[in-house]
C-alpha cells in the first residue's frame, strides 16, 4: 500500500503537466491555453502569463515587449477577472508550433466588462512542453455575433529534426521578404495586395470591431469604411514543419483622413502550391 502511494506521489506532477505537452494534436494546444486561463482564473493574469512564458515571450502591452521583463518583480496581479476561450487553432504539422485566438472579457466589481479578441503563439521547448511565443488583443462593444469554432489537427503529422541556427534564419528571412512583399503592394494597390495574400478563410481583428471572416467579406468592409492600412514588417518566425509562420510589425491605419499606429501580428500558412498566405491578422492599437 505504501508503495502505491509513493508511485502516485511521483506520477502526479507529471500528470498535471501533461496536458500542457504536445502530441501532435491541436488538443494538447488547447489544453495548454485551458491550463494558462485556470492559472489566469485563481492567481491572477501576471502569475499565468510567467508560468507559460519563457526567455523569449512577447506581449503587446501595448508596443511588444519580452513577458519577463515586463512582469520581472511584479508583486501584484490584476485584480480584474480575465476569461478567454479559443475559437480558432491550429497546430504545425511538426507538433511544435501553433496558435489559438478567440474572445475574452475582463470585468471587475466596479465597472463594466470589457469584451475582446485575443491571439496566443505557442512553441514547444526541448522537453516538448507549449510555451507561449506571444501574446496579443484587441477589444469591442459586448459581442452580438456567434462565432463558430474552427479548431484543426494537421493533415500529416510527422517528427522534424531541429535545424542548424543559419537555416532557422534562411526560414524565417523567407517569411521576413513575403510580408515585405505583402506590405509593399498594400502601398500601390490595397485590394490587389488583399486579393493575392489573404486566404480564402482568412479574419481580420481589428479594434473596436468583432472578427470579420472571409477574404471577401475583409475587402469589403475595408473599402465600405474607407480605411487604408500600411505596414512595416518587424520580425517573423516559422514553425519546422514548414506550413505555418507569423509575422509581426507595426501599421498606419487611415480612416475619415485620421491616421492611427498600430502593431499588426500576422498568421501565415502554405497552401496551394506552397503559396503563404495569410490566415488571420490582428491589428492592435500602439497607444493605451
Known amino acids: 500500500m505504501k508503495r502505491y502511494i509513493l508511485l502516485l506521489i511521483l506520477i502526479s506532477p507529471a500528470f498535471k ?7 501532435g494534436r491541436v488538443n494538447s494546444l488547447i489544453a495548454a491555453e485551458n491550463y494558462f486561463a485556470k492559472q489566469a482564473q485563481e492567481k491572477g493574469t501576471v502569475e499565468a502569463i510567467l508560468k507559460v512564458s519563457d526567455q523569449g515571450t512577447i506581449v503587446f502591452r501595448p508596443h511588444p515587449i519580452n513577458a519577463k521583463q515586463l512582469y520581472y518583480k511584479t508583486t ?9 476561450e479559443p475559437f480558432f487553432a491550429k497546430i504545425s504539422r511538426s507538433g511544435d508550433w501553433g496558435f489559438t485566438s478567440g474572445p475574452f472579457s475582463y470585468s471587475t466589481n466596479s465597472a463594466s ?14 522537453k516538448g512542453q507549449w510555451k507561449l511565443s506571444l501574446d496579443t488583443r484587441i477589444s469591442h462593444q459586448k459581442p452580438i455575433q456567434n462565432q463558430e469554432k474552427n479548431i484543426t ?17 534562411q526560414r524565417e528571412d523567407m517569411i521576413t521578404t513575403t510580408d515585405k512583399l505583402f506590405s509593399n503592394t498594400l502601398l500601390r ?7 493575392n495574400f489573404l ?3 482568412t479574419r481580420l481583428l481589428l479594434q473596436g470591431y468583432e472578427p470579420i471572416i472571409g477574404k471577401e467579406k475583409v475587402i469589403n468592409f475595408l473599402n465600405q469604411n474607407k480605411i487604408s492600412i500600411s505596414t512595416i514588417p518587424l520580425a517573423a518566425n516559422r514553425a519546422l514543419g514548414s506550413d505555418l509562420a507569423y509575422s509581426y510589425g507595426t501599421a498606419l491605419i487611415s480612416r475619415n483622413n485620421t491616421e492611427n499606429k498600430y502593431y499588426y501580428v500576422r498568421i501565415w500558412e502554405s497552401q496551394e502550391e ?3 498566405n495569410v490566415i488571420l491578422e490582428i491589428f492592435s492599437p500602439a497607444e493605451n
Open 17 to 23: 503537466s501533461f496536458g500542457q505537452l504536445s502530441n
Open 153 to 169: 489537427d494537421p493533415n500529416n503529422y510527422r517528427f522534424f529534426r531541429q535545424l542548424s541556427p543559419n537555416r532557422l534564419k
Open 76 to 84: 501584484s496581479n490584476d485584480a480584474g477577472s480575465l476569461k478567454w
Open 189 to 195: 494597390n490595397q485590394d490587389m495586395a488583399l486579393e
Open 199 to 201: 486566404a480564402k478563410d
Open 274 to 276: 506552397f503559396k503563404w
Open 113 to 126: 466588462p470589457i469584451y475582446g479578441q485575443y491571439l496566443s503563439i505557442w512553441h514547444t521547448n526541448n
